[in-house]
C-alpha cells in the first residue's frame, strides 16, 4: 500500500504527487479526501499505539479496543493536527489520553495468556529456557506489571514511554503536557515507587 | 556539595549528567546507593516483555480501524438528514432515496413557480401561490417527475450516502428544511405518502 502515488490538491491550486508519503504528506492527502492516506498511517503506526495500549491495559482485547478508538480519535481531529509535533507524538498523546481516560473509569482485566499472542512469542518457543525457568519469570514479570498499574497516572505513563517506548524525555514531555524537568522527576519518583511496590 | 535532585538521577542513569555532579555521585554513598536502586528497578521494569500479536491481528486490526472510520465518516455526512436521523441507521438507501424525493419534490416546486411567473426569482415566490398551476401543467410535470423519480430510484438503490456525495448529489445544510418550509400542504401530504411509503419498503 504504501508504493502507491499519493496526490491531492495543494494550496496554490496546484497537484502534489509522491511515492514516498511523509507522514505530513499523508495526513495532508487524507485531508484532502483520499481514504488510503489514512489507511496508511493506521499501518504505519498501529503497531506502537497498539503496544502503548497493551502496556496500559495488560490484555489484548482492551488493548485493541483503544488502539482503535486512539485511530478513530485520530481521524476525527486530523483537522486540527497542525504539524508542530510528529504525527507520531499526536497519536501517542491521543493514546495516553484515551488510556488514561478508561483507566479512569474501569479497572483493566488480569492478563491471561492469549493463544493468539502466543504465536510469534519466541520465549514459548525457546529450549533454553526450563518449565521452571519460564514459570518463575512469568511470575516475576506479573509482579512488575501488578506493580506499574498502582502508579499514579503521570508516572505510570511517563515509564510506559521512557521504558517501553524508549521515548527521550523532550518527546515525552511534548506527550504528556510537562517540562522536561518534570518528565525527568517523575521518572525518578516511578522508579521509587515501583521498587516500593516490589518489596 | 548538595546530592543529586531527582531529575540529575535520571541524566546520571542516561549518562548525561554533567562531569562535576557525575563525580559527587561517585563520591557520595547516599547518591550511590539511590542511583543504584534506581538501576536496578529501572532493569526489572525493562525485563517485563510485551507478547507480539500474530501477523494475522494486524490485517484484522487494520479493517476494524477502516470500518470505524467509514462509520464515521457516514455519521459525519449524515449530519445534513439529522431532521430523519433514524432513516440513516441501517436504512442509507431509503434515506438517499428520501433525500432524493424531497429534491425532486423541491425541483418540482421551482418549476411550478417559475411557469408561473417567469422573469421572477423562483425563491422570492410565496409560498401560497405555489399550487395555482393549470391541471394540464400538473399532469406534464407530474409524468416528467414520475420518469426522474423512477431512475432516480433505480440509481440510489444501492448507494451509500458518501457516494451519492461523491456524485454531486449533494444538499447544502438548512436546505432540506427551507425548502419542507416552502412547501404547500398538499405537497407536505405527498412528501409524507412517499417517506411513509418507502420506509414500509424498507422494513425499516
Not at chain 2, 405518502?193 to 424498507?202: D, G, I, N, T, V
Amino acid at each position: 500500500m504504501l508504493a502507491r502515488t499519493w496526490s491531492w490538491p495543494a494550496a496554490s491550486g496546484s497537484k502534489v504527487t509522491v511515492t514516498n508519503p511523509t507522514d505530513a504528506e499523508l495526513v495532508d492527502a487524507a485531508l484532502a479526501g483520499d481514504r488510503e492516506a489514512f489507511d496508511a498511517i493506521v499501518e504505519r503506526h498501529r503497531r506502537h499505539v497498539y503496544q502503548l495500549c497493551y502496556r496500559f491495559v495488560g490484555n489484548h482485547e482492551d488493548a485493541s479496543d483503544l488502539a482503535q478508538d486512539v485511530f478513530v480519535r485520530a481521524y476525527r481531529g486530523l483537522k486540527k493536527f497542525r504539524g508542530q509535533s510528529s504525527l507520531g507524538t499526536w497519536l501517542y498523546r491521543i493514546g495516553v489520553n484515551v488510556c488514561l481516560n478508561r483507566l479512569g473509569t474501569r479497572t483493566p482485566k488480569p492478563e491471561a495468556i492469549e493463544p493468539l499472542l502466543l504465536a510469534n512469542d519466541e520465549r514459548v518457543a525457546s529450549q533454553a529456557e526450563s518449565p521452571t525457568d519460564a514459570l518463575l519469570r512469568g511470575e516475576r514479570e506479573r509482579r512488575v506489571r501488578a506493580a506499574i498499574a498502582q502508579l499514579p497516572k503521570k508516572q505510570r505513563a511517563t515509564l510506559i514511554l521512557r521504558v517501553y517506548h524508549e521515548l527521550p524525555h523532550e518527546q515525552i514531555a511534548g506527550i504528556l503536557g510537562s517540562s522536561v524537568g518534570a518528565v525527568k522527576a517523575n521518572f525518578f519518583h516511578a522508579m521509587n515507587n515501583l521498587k516500593k511496590l516490589l518489596q | 556539595m548538595t546530592h543529586l535532585s531527582p531529575a540529575e538521577f535520571v541524566d546520571l542513569v542516561d549518562g548525561t549528567l554533567a562531569a562535576s555532579r557525575a563525580a559527587h555521585a561517585e563520591s557520595c554513598a547516599e547518591c550511590r546507593r539511590e542511583a543504584a536502586l534506581v538501576r536496578s528497578t529501572l532493569r526489572e521494569a525493562q525485563g517485563v516483555e510485551m507478547p507480539e500479536p500474530s501477523p494475522l491481528f494486524w490485517d484484522h486490526f487494520s479493517d476494524r480501524v477502516r470500518g470505524a472510520v467509514a462509520e464515521e465518516r457516514r455519521s459525519r455526512h449524515a449530519g445534513w438528514f439529522s431532521w430523519s436521523s433514524n432513516l440513516t441507521r441501517g436504512t442509507v438507501p431509503v434515506a438517499v432515496a428520501a433525500g432524493l424525493v424531497v429534491a425532486l419534490l423541491v425541483n418540482g416546486v421551482m418549476t411550478r413557480r417559475t411557469a408561473e411567473a417567469p422573469g421572477a426569482a423562483a425563491s422570492h415566490a410565496p409560498a401560497s401561490t405555489a399550487h395555482v398551476v393549470a391541471p394540464k401543467d400538473d399532469a406534464a410535470l407530474d409524468a416528467a417527475n414520475s420518469e426522474v423519480w423512477d431512475v432516480l430510484t433505480a440509481a440510489a438503490a444501492d448507494m451509500q450516502i458518501e457516494d451519492a456525495r461523491e456524485a454531486g448529489m449533494t444538499v447544502r445544510p438548512g436546505a432540506i428544511d427551507r425548502a419542507v418550509q416552502k412547501m404547500a400542504p398538499d405537497e407536505l401530504n405527498e412528501l409524507g405518502r412517499l417517506l411513509q411509503s418507502e420506509l414500509k419498503h424498507s422494513g425499516a
